[in-house]
Each structure stands twice: as structure tokens, then as C-alpha cells.
């Protein structure tokens, strides 16, 4: 059974690119434009694993973690999926419990859905890129 | 408020030495009358011991007389030419006069008294020239006196009126210093307030940057990618190999991207290395692995040499992966069809050395001083025969400074080059080291 992705991305491109791409796959899927929808997807989807932009407008990814966290006890595998270059912010979120930071544009949809297959066979060890 | 200090700073020294001059001329009108007190007294003591010799005949009595006449003649020529002033000068040599007539006088009542002439040495006393002389001598000596003691005063009183505008001087070039300092912290901290805005604005920019150029670019390479995978439906041969031309197009402008991403972090000094400790002669090799197929397609030879054992270094692997990575690159672009790169690694007096030689164009003598400049291009690039930014060399020396290395070149035009990337093996300082 593979996990259920909830992808927060506000590029409309990416969003529908990834989104197909992980239904091809297999995962069920979700998107959000930015973190306030994020979260309201959250609820009701409950991924297992969320990609998260950092750059949104209406909330950004910084924002999305601290409220994610205030939100819930047990968190699902965040993995940061942007093109930001911020080594402060990243850091932040990562701080605030996020597995991974993985720079949007070194990927591929196909490697993605590749290394989240892998992500849950092998129980979340997960390297940030 | 610089202005006010300078002006209240040249007022004091100027009042400072006015007050300087001031207590001078006091000092000597107060000697003059010092001195003028002294020799009066001495004339007494002459008269004195004259009348008691001129009464008794007495030899021994002149003793003292000899002595007070001694001591006037050698304090008098100073009182003249002290340094107190013309009027006063003049009532001085005046009395001088009168001095010296009463000295003459004294010593020829001695004199007559020594010749056995009583009667004549007591007629020198009573003469009404004698009495005439003493009045003379009294009232200029009063004169005299009074006049050193009004000069004194008024002094007295100068020093006084200076020593407070000096004081009021003082308080005022403190106050303008006081103000000098609050407003040059001032302007310091309004530095540091700039200086740190314009870091955040820095900040700012490289990250708004990086996300807005990289995303569109993002959105390209992952419809290709999928449409290359047959995501959405099967491709013909025609289709499959522009395809994957675009795809090496939108590579291509990524790290283009990225590229001008690291030489905006160099210049706004965000460019921070990141040290681990890894073997470089595997990083060395998984470059040449990872170009060898574009290096094949010119049908160049790649040879690869590295140590026999292990060659660690405390480094960032990324920032070096890109660095060597660029070398490569370029001596790839500039060597010829069928032409022969070396990629050499290994140590020499604790430095790791990094050759890439090539048998390529090479590079004219007077170009190499500007080859690690931003934007920088040969002449064969400029004709349209190579692709890049300029940038690969320019990014590849600094990330070799930000090592603590240097990148140094040797050429031959027609016969090809060698870079050698030189790094210390490094420790964990090089961890927080940054383009600064």
C-alpha cells in the first residue's frame, strides 16, 4: 500500500505535474495552493507524507510547520520541496520537524515518486539533498 | 559641532598662553620690586655703617658697609633691565641715578674719614645737597613702588579675568567634544543599522532569485521528463529525440541558473561552504564519471590518475564537486575533436593538488590574467564555438580562495592548458568560512 501525499505547492505547472504523476504512480494524492489550504487538506486527507513549498503566497512554508505543529501531536513525514534558497529558513523548518529539504529543481517527477516509494518501503530514513 | 570644538580648542590654547604671558609680566614687575625693596635696604645698611664709622673712626665698622655697598652694585644693573615695561623703566633708571649719587656720596664721607677729615666727612651728612638726595631717593622710590604695585594689580586681575574665560573656554570645547562623540556613536550605530538592512535586502534578493528563476524552469523539466518517460502516451523516434534535446536545453539553462544563483551568493557573500570530511580522490573520479560521456561524444580521451591509497580532506564536497566539475567542463569545451584531457589527483607538501591538463586551444598570454573573471570569455567563445556563461572559472577560483587554495593556469596557445586546483587538506575552520 503506498502513502498518501498531500502536495502544498503554489506553482499551478508543478502542482498538476506532480499530482499526475503520483496518481500514475499509485499514491493517493491531494495538493493545496498555498499552507492555509495545506492544513485544511490535512485534516481532512491525513497524509502520510506532505511536499511542502517554502515560497506561497496567503502562507508559506515556515508558517505552514509552526501551525502543523501546534495542530497535532504526532506529525506525517514532511519533506521540503523548493527551489528557495534560504539556509536560515531551512533550517527553521527543519527544526520544527520536517525529514528532509529536497531542491525542486535537481528532481524529476519520476525520481520523486521513485525516493518517496523508497521513503515509506524503508520506514522513513530519508536524506535531505 | 567639528567647528565649535575646533574653535573652543584654538580659543583655550590662545588664552592658555595669554594667561602664560600674563603671569610672566607679573612675576618680573613683582621681582623688580622685590629686588627694588632689597637694594633700598642695602643703601640703609650702608648709612648706617657709615654713620657709625664716620662717628668712630672705627675700621672694623666698614665690614658691613662693604658688603651692602658690593651687594647694590651687583643688584642694581638687573632691576634697570628687568623686563617690566617702558614707564617703569624709565622711573627705575631715574632712581638708579639717585642710587649710585647716594653711593657716591657715602663713599666720600669714607673717604674723608679715612684722610683724618672729621669735620669734612660729617659736613658730607648735613650738606643740604645730602638732605636734598634723601628726599629725592624717598619720593621716587614711593613713585616707583607704587607704580610696580598698580601694575601688579592690574595683572593680578588680567590672570583672574583670563584663568575664567579660559575655565568658560574649557566647559564649552568639553561640552562641543561631549557633542562630537554622541554624534560620530551616532552615526556609527546609523552604519551598522544600514549595513544590516542591506544584508537582509541581500538575503532577500538571492532567495527571491533563486526561487522565481529556478521555478519556471522546474515546470519545463518535469512536463519533459514525463512526456520522455511515455507518461502520457507513446512517443515515436522523431518525438523521443527532440525531446531529449529539450531536456539538455532546460539542463543546460538550470545550471545556467544556478550558476548566476552561486555569483550573486559570492558577491552578496552568502556563499557558505559546508566542510565534511571525504575522500577527494573519489569525488575526483565520480567528476570524470559523470562527464565522461559528454568527453566520449567528442571522441576525446579522458585519462584519470589518482593516489594509491585514500586522499582525505575536510572540505565542501558539493562546492568542489562544482569547482573541479567546471575545470573539467572547460577543458572539455576547449580541446579539440579526438584531443586528450588529464584529470590528475594527489598530494604534494601537505596540499591536495587537483591537475586538469588538456591538449586543447589554449590561451593567449595577455587573456590569462583575465580568465577567472565574472562573465569572462575566449575568443573562441565569443566566435559562437563555445556554449557557457563565463562563469564555470570565475566560480571555480573562488570557491578554491573560500578552500583557502587558489587555482593556478600554465598555457601554451596551440598546444593546451593545465589548471591545478590547489587546496589545503583543511581542518574545521573551513566549515563557517564564507565569501566575506
Known sequence: ?129 | MIGVTFIATTATVFTISALMVNRTGAQAHNDARVGLEEVLQRVGMAETAQRNYLLTGDSSLLAPYNTAIAGISKQLPSIVSSNTGASQQAGRANLKSLVEKKLAELNQGVALRQAGDAAGAAETIRSGASQSLDKQLAALTSQVQSAESAQITRDRNSITNLAALARDISIVSMLATLGLTVLVYWLYLKAIQSERRLDRAKDEFVSLASHQLRTPATGIKSILSMLVAEDFGPLNERQTHFMRRAIQSNERELNIIEELLNVAKVDAGRLILHATEFNIDELVVSIAGEQRAAIAAKRQELIVRRPKHPLPVVADEEKLYMAIGNLLDNARKYTPNSGKIALTVGSHHGAVHIDVTDSGVGIEAAEIKNIFDRFHRASDAMNGNVEGAGLGLYLASRIAELHGGAIEVTSRLGKGTKFVMILPQGDRRVAENSAR
Open chain 1, 1 to 129: 500500500v503506498l502513502p498518501k501525499i498531500l502536495l502544498v505547492e503554489d506553482d499551478d505547472i508543478i502542482r498538476e505535474i506532480y499530482a499526475m504523476k503520483f496518481e500514475l504512480e499509485g499514491f493517493p494524492v491531494a495538493s493545496a495552493e498555498n499552507g492555509q489550504v495545506g492544513l485544511v487538506k490535512v485534516a481532512e486527507f491525513q497524509p502520510e507524507i506532505i511536499l511542502l513549498d517554502m515560497m506561497m503566497p496567503v502562507m508559506g512554508g515556515l508558517e505552514f510547520m509552526r501551525e502543523l505543529k501546534a495542530q497535532y501531536e504526532v506529525l506525517p513525514q514532511v519533506i521540503v520541496f523548493s527551489n528557495i534558497s534560504a539556509p536560515k529558513q531551512v533550517d527553521a523548518v527543519m527544526r520544527l520537524g520536517a525529514k528532509a529539504y529536497w531542491t525542486k529543481s535537481d528532481y524529476t517527477p519520476d525520481r520523486v515518486a521513485e525516493e518517496l516509494s523508497k521513503l515509506w518501503q524503508g520506514g522513513g530514513s530519508v536524506q535531505t539533498t
